[in-house]
């Protein structure tokens, strides 16, 4: 029972254009989204958050949309930069301090 | 800054052997979680800790035991590997109060052969 689905396994994006990361779920107990970088053989580095009361939240170059009727939310990159390339998570969580649950991961890959 | 400490980077063992993975939280951090991500997969939460008493379990095998100390470092114990508990094993760590402020370390890669 995936709860948080990330359907696209992979994205490719041309550096300077933008890259959108696409998260679905299915427990509307969620109150809390977020995102994830990872690199191979590291944890996974927090990058942006969303509560279930916003429905956008905006950090320098990263923004996370969050369409709570649909049970879909998206990581916004511009401009998506080659160091952007890495695996991105998708997680949430209910009850504040809980643990989260993650999606399947989607690689970006970057090109110069 | 400092991070969450995860010892050892990796681990080799043969089946059926024991393994025990450390896990260092942020100062001042009161909760502690673990999740194991194998091959190709999304992390899956085992089990966490909060105040040094378990708060919450998840697909964690009765082969795996966990606890946190006193000084708030944590422990995750795993009898009679298989080969499929080949995985990355993550832990994090928070203060509850600031709501989702996870940390992660860097993870250990247990191969078990």
């Known amino acids: 029972d995936q709860q948080v689905k990330q359907n696209s396994p992979s994205l490719s994006v041309q550096e300077g254009r933008i890259s959108i990361l696409n998260c679905d779920y299915t427990?509307?107990?969620?109150?809390?989204f977020l995102w994830y970088k990872k690199y191979p053989a590291e944890g996974p580095t927090f990058l942006i958050s969303?509560?279930?009361?916003?429905d956008k939240n905006e950090d320098g170059r990263f923004t996370v949309f969050l369409n709570k009727s649909a049970k879909h939310l998206s990581l916004h990159i511009v401009p998506s930069q080659p160091g952007d390339s890495a695996v991105y998570f998708c997680a949430a969580g209910y009850n504040q301090g809980g643990k989260l649950i993650f999606g399947q991961g989607t690689e970006l890959s970057v090109k110069p | 800054a400092a991070g969450v400490i995860q010892s050892p980077r990796h681990l080799i063992k043969e089946k059926r052997e024991t393994a025990t993975l450390k896990c260092y939280p942020i100062p001042r951090h009161d909760t502690v979680y673990w999740y194991q991500q194998g091959p190709g997969q999304d992390p899956q939460f085992l089990i966490s800790?909060?105040?040094?008493?378990?708060?919450d379990k998840g697909s964690i095998p009765d082969r795996f035991s966990a606890q946190q100390f006193s000084d708030y470092h944590s422990e995750l114990n795993m009898s009679s590997l298989e080969l499929g508990d080949s995985a990355l094993y993550f832990c994090?760590?928070?203060?509850?109060?600031?709501?989702?402020?996870?940390?992660f370390g860097s993870g250990t890669r247990l191969t078990v052969v």
């Open positions: 427990n509307s107990m969620f109150d809390y």
């Open positions: 800790f909060y105040e040094k008493m378990q708060s």
């Open positions: 994090a760590s928070s203060r509850r109060q600031d709501n989702y402020g996870y940390t």
């Open positions: 969303i509560s279930s009361i916003k």
